[in-house]
């Protein structure tokens, strides 16, 4: 009878582990009770019952549909819940998006997605590379039948350009991410630059430094009469910063580098961006700094954390790259505080740089954007939302929550009024204060959220808009605090300084923007092996302890990725060149 | 009837380590994941040639090595010199806070370790710098974490401090099981601490010795990832790059999920040449292997 009984106790036990093993295998689909039933077609789900209601595009009585998004940017700020923009957007089109952000490196993080097979419904992809992977792994969906059907507002913005997204078999898979529409009047603005603490630059009298050899005085100074700031601390040890940091170097430069890795020359090539004389030149000057002390030791080991750490507690002098996630964290705290600095920016050229910088490449190309995948439950739903969105009011609607009784009132983060005649959209004081004061103030509002399904409002003026773009917003001093507005005026900067600031650093980059190497082909190893090797050499380089050595080890570098088989990666890279400009 | 209890566990080992193995055939396709294993491309040896041809290679087998080797001497005679420090303590309560206190790092993650220990060492205010300057050792505070050559005995040293205490405790379950009448002749024929351990603890416990170090030579091809990825950097990276991390990077970092697969089977050949011969060289010398 004891025998009987263990002998049960143990089977029982023993098929209990047996489930908990099998269902821990199981593939769990997630329950969704927004899509309702469809039929399968060559695209996809077809739809359901609210498919009829199309024609009035009233999505408020619809009922709710939630779509789960991959955000290519780590530092997109989700936003928290409740937020008054997420709801405005809900309230009228029973849509909410579940916004996953990456941690840092986008790339590991969409590649593991490719090989887990585990994605969202949609995902953003600013690599054409990454994207192709996709769409050649049959994870995404093509558009062209839901755009068709549904997407009457995306074909009348997009047009012919529609046909630029097509793919080599002939079929839409994305739709392109902020993007400028034709005919719009664009705004550049400076995102990477050098960054420097005015509390120096007031003790000094405001310099203004405007090259190399105007920083590298300012740093020997700042080491020998200022200790308790570090003159310049960068985040070498960050990938992410360091290419950014490329960026302002090739800008300082008038070097023409474009997102893939290449340069493009006065003589019409294009070439590995670290054998450009001008980049090497940048390095060395770095590697001068570094030397002599004016770049501290943990440079070339922290990450962008640390290194905004060391701004925010104002002990690092400078810094070069992305002002706004390099500084905004920091100036941000300051103004809570009350501190008499700012951490500003400024353009530099390079000593050697006889011509104009060229810091702010922009582009008419759409080769990034957002893709449906196959395991979007309802792909009409999702299309008639974004064709929602390609509605300019509802573009304004998504982006901010607007007070169309010409107030600038509390609890608004733009309204609208009359200027000179016309009808203008501003920046509210509320908005500007809390942009100032809170450094979670985009969480908070919900920015950001949706205009990545759309085209960009932001910064352009286009005949289409109901309302225009404020001249007064150009003049962004209203977005400076006290402490801003002093500093600028001491350098004789109005609110509208970064217009022609923009226009005088951009260059156009289409003709040799998204030249995608085929993931396949040999060049693409070859490339994947030379990046990290280069970025580590680099800033080895940058830490070589003689001038001697800094040449002698760039000469190894350069002759080490010529044997590694850069040379095969550029051939690829013109031969698709010539094949565009004939086209 | 009582062996019904490993079905389960059988069944997870089934699921989890032996049905993925046919995922190797990745290294011998040019893998595309949306055509999955049987739609891809068979490319034969090509990416495990491309990876012997490539720069790396030499540069992750001598990492690898090198550092597992260091954390297996180390891990192995620090173990064993611990436990047998704590066999000769006589008091309960010390012996085990003593033990207590050393297995606890073991159980920190890696992510937290790493970023104390760069707090620490680091050239500016980090502790052990000020100290050095402060007693005057050295004129200007030591950048560890950028010195290529001191990497390794870095890692070696840290991964010591973390899993002592835990490798310890194997040997000193070990060791309680000596028994006592040995110590008891021992003493009689006036041995002291040292010499019963060198006569009586060591030889008692050498088949446990040797087969955890068997087991380790297995490990000869696995240096970590977390160290690696956790404080390298550009500085160190000859000497910081593993297998473990040169397979993320590849194989998740650029998508060559082949390439990454062909590195990783490369390495599981070796441990299994590795473990294979180090069980041969116990058998010869009269230990009982593993296989």
């Given amino acids: ?583 | 009837m009582l062996l019904l209890f490993t079905l389960p566990f059988a069944v997870w080992a089934l699921v989890f380590c032996y049905a993925p193995i046919w995922g190797w055939l990745m290294a011998f396709q040019d893998y595309h994941p949306g055509k999955g294993i049987f739609g891809s491309k068979w490319v034969g040896f090509k990416h495990f040639s491309a990876f012997f041809g490539d720069r790396m290679f030499t540069v992750l087998l001598r990492n690898t090595m090198a550092i597992s080797f260091l954390n297996i001497i180390l891990g192995t005679v620090g173990a064993l010199t611990l436990a047998l420090l704590l066999n000769e303590v006589r008091s309960l309560v010390f012996k085990r806070t003593v033990q207590t206190v050393s297995y606890l790092p073991h159980f920190i993650s890696y992510v937290v370790v790493a970023n104390l220990f760069l707090t620490m060492l680091a050239p500016s205010g980090g502790l052990v710098n000020r100290i050095l300057t402060g007693l005057g050792v050295v004129e200007r505070p030591i950048f560890f974490f950028a010195e290529p050559h001191l990497f390794w005995a870095l890692i070696a040293s840290i991964n010591l401090w973390k899993e002592v205490g835990w490798g310890a405790i194997i040997y000193i379950a070990a060791m309680s099981a000596v028994d006592p009448e040995l110590y008891d002749a021992a003493n009689v024929d006036g041995a002291g601490r040292l010499r019963k351990m060198w006569h009586v603890t060591l030889p008692c416990i050498r088949p446990t010795i040797v087969v955890l170090l068997i087991l380790s030579a297995s490990g000869l091809m696995d240096a970590g990832f977390d160290p690696s990825y956790l404080l390298g950097n550009p500085l160190v990276y000859e000497f910081s790059e593993v297998i473990d991390t040169y397979v993320y990077r590849m194989g998740l970092g650029r998508a060559m999920y082949s390439f990454a697969t062909a590195v990783g089977l490369f390495r599981l050949v070796v441990a299994l040449t590795i473990l294979y011969i180090v069980n041969r060289i116990a058998n010869r010398l009269g230990e009982e292997g593993i296989l």
């Fill in chain 1, 1 to 583: 009878m004891k025998r009987l009984w263990l002998r049960s106790k143990v089977i029982v036990i023993v098929l209990a582990l047996l489930a908990l093993t099998v269902s821990a295998c199981t593939d769990k689909e997630p329950t969704d009770d927004s899509a309702g039933s469809g039929e399968q077609t060559e695209t996809g789900k077809t739809g359901n019952a609210h498919a009829s209601d199309k024609s009035t595009w009233e999505m408020s009585a619809w009922p709710d549909a939630e779509f789960t998004v991959f955000h290519s940017s780590p530092s997109h700020q989700v936003a928290v819940k409740g937020a008054p923009i997420v709801e405005q957007v809900y309230e009228r089109t029973k849509v909410r998006l579940n916004i996953e952000v990456p941690p840092s490196n986008i790339e590991e993080k969409l590649n593991i997605m490719l090989a887990g097979q585990e994605y969202p419904d949609v995902i953003l992809i600013y690599d054409p590379v990454i994207g192709q992977r996709f769409v050649d792994a049959g994870y995404v969906i093509p558009l062209d039948d839901l755009i068709g059907k549904y997407g009457d507002q995306i074909q009348a913005r997009l047009g012919d350009t529609l046909d630029q997204l097509r793919r080599q078999d002939g079929h839409i898979y994305h739709l392109p991410s902020s993007y400028v529409l034709p005919g719009a009047d664009r705004m550049l603005e400076v995102a990477e630059s050098f960054q420097m603490l005015t509390s120096v630059l007031e003790d000094k009298g405001w310099p203004k430094p405007e090259t190399y050899s105007d920083i590298y005085q300012l740093l020997t100074d700042v080491k020998q009469n200022y200790p308790e700031y570090v003159p310049m601390s960068l985040a070498l040890g960050d990938e992410p910063f360091f290419n950014s940091l490329i960026v302002s170097l090739a800008g300082a430069e008038g070097v023409r580098l474009a997102e893939n890795g290449y340069v493009w020359t006065e003589d019409d090539r294009l070439v590995y961006r670290y054998k450009d004389e001008r980049l090497r030149n940048s390095f060395r000057w770095l590697n001068r700094l570094y030397r002599e002390g004016l770049i501290d030791q943990e440079s070339l080991v922290q990450n962008r954390d640390s290194l905004n750490a060391k701004m925010s507690a104002a002990t690092v002098f400078s810094t070069i790259g992305h002002w706004y996630f390099n500084m905004y964290e920091a100036n941000t705290l300051f103004n809570q505080e009350g501190e008499p600095y700012r951490y500003k920016y400024f353009i530099i050229k390079s000593d050697t740089n006889g011509g104009r910088a060229t810091y702010v490449p922009y582009a008419n190309n759409y080769d990034y954007g957002f893709y449906v995948t196959d395991k979007m439950r309802d792909p009409v739903r999702f299309m008639q939302f974004v064709n929602w969105m390609y509605v300019y009011d509802n573009i304004l609607s998504s982006s901010s929550v607007v007070n169309f009784d010409g107030e600038d009132a509390e609890g608004y983060d733009v309204y609208v009024t009359d200027e000179n005649g016309v009808q203008v959209v501003r920046n509210s004081t509320y908005q500007i204060n809390g942009w100032q004061t809170d450094e979670a103030f985009a969480a908070k509002r919900g920015y950001g959220n949706f205009e990545y399904l759309t085209y960009s409002l932001g910064g352009t003026n286009h005949p289409s808009y109901t309302y225009k773009l404020s001249m007064q917003d150009q003049d962004i001093s209203v977005w400076w605090d006290e402490e801003q507005k002093r500093i600028n005026a001491a350098y004789g900067e109005s609110g509208t300084y970064w217009v022609q600031e923009g226009i005088d650093v951009g260059w156009d980059s289409t003709d040799v923007s998204g030249l995608t190497v085929d993931p396949d082909s040999e060049e693409y190893g070859i490339i994947a092996r030379i990046q990290p090797y280069s970025y580590n050499e680099i800033v080895k380089l940058i830490a070589a302890p003689t001038a001697e050595a800094f040449e002698s080890g760039y000469d190894d570098f350069l002759r080490n990725i010529e044997d590694m088989g850069i040379s095969k990666w550029e051939n690829l890279v013109n031969r698709l060149y010539e094949e565009r400009k004939q086209h």
